[in-house]
């Protein structure tokens, strides 16, 4: 079965410092991996994904992450923070052999906060 | 802005009560989700309709359920309410089923307070 581990439920950042959200996955069969944002009083919107080729996505805002199949993980970053940026965010893993959004699982969210 | 309309936004209700929740999906998405979303369980699928049909199950109760319009709007009734159903409750559309090809696309949530 698959399923996934946000470390760390609240991460704080300074503004203009490294924002690095860490994600590992558990899939026996090649994961689609994707990273959604959720800002207060909102809905998820997708930040990016990672489906097939370069393992190095970019994504919205500045944000990026890097799949590595060894070490099952797809961490989230982005090299300066932004007030912004405060928000929560979720890795969700999907079978890529079913190609379903309806196999979404979900980690439970990292909060992000960000300080002057 | 999503395109995906959930209404009502806010929900209080009484134990043993029923309840409908309403979304519109964004348009030319034939793919509609509902998702719980609360402190302790996070994120939970709870079913999924692709234009009229239902497509999947997740953890859905058997007090629950659901249905999409031929307009694809979709409805989720919550019936004999318990305390433990407050939650978040969100919609999210997708153009089609596919995890590669279509994003979900997340209404703003309907929260329901179960008193």
């Known amino acids: 079965a698959q399923s996934v581990t946000q470390l760390g439920s609240h991460v704080s950042v300074s503004e203009g410092a490294l924002v690095l959200l860490r994600c590992n996955y558990s899939?026996?069969?090649?994961?689609?991996l994707f990273w959604y944002v959720q800002y207060p009083n909102q809905g998820l919107q997708l930040l990016l994904k990672y489906t097939t080729g370069a393992t190095l996505v970019k994504g919205i805002n500045g944000f990026e992450a890097e799949f590595k199949k060894s070490e099952t993980s797809f961490h989230l970053t982005k090299p300066s923070a932004h007030m912004s940026d405060a928000a929560e965010y979720f890795c969700?893993?999907?079978?890529?052999?079913?190609?379903?959004?309806?196999?979404?699982?979900w980690g439970l969210g990292t909060s992000l906060a960000v300080n002057p | 802005d999503s395109g995906v309309t959930q209404t009502p936004k806010h929900l209080i209700t009484a134990t043993g009560q029923r309840v409908t929740l309403r979304c519109s999906p964004r348009s030319g998405d034939l793919s509609v989700y509902w998702y719980q979303q609360s402190l302790d369980q996070g994120l939970q699928f709870l079913i999924q309709y692709y234009n009229g049909e239902e497509r999947a199950k997740g953890n859905i109760l058997e007090r629950f359920s659901a249905q999409q319009f031929p307009d694809l709007h979709s409805e989720l009734n919550l019936s004999s309410l318990e305390l433990g159903d407050s939650a978040l409750y969100f919609c999210a559309s997708s153009v089609g089923t596919g995890a590669s090809s279509s994003p979900l696309h997340f209404g703003n949530g309907t929260r329901l307070t179960v008193t």
């Open positions: 969700a893993v999907s079978d890529a052999n079913a190609g379903n959004n309806r196999k979404l699982i």
């Open positions: 899939s026996s069969v090649p994961p689609y």
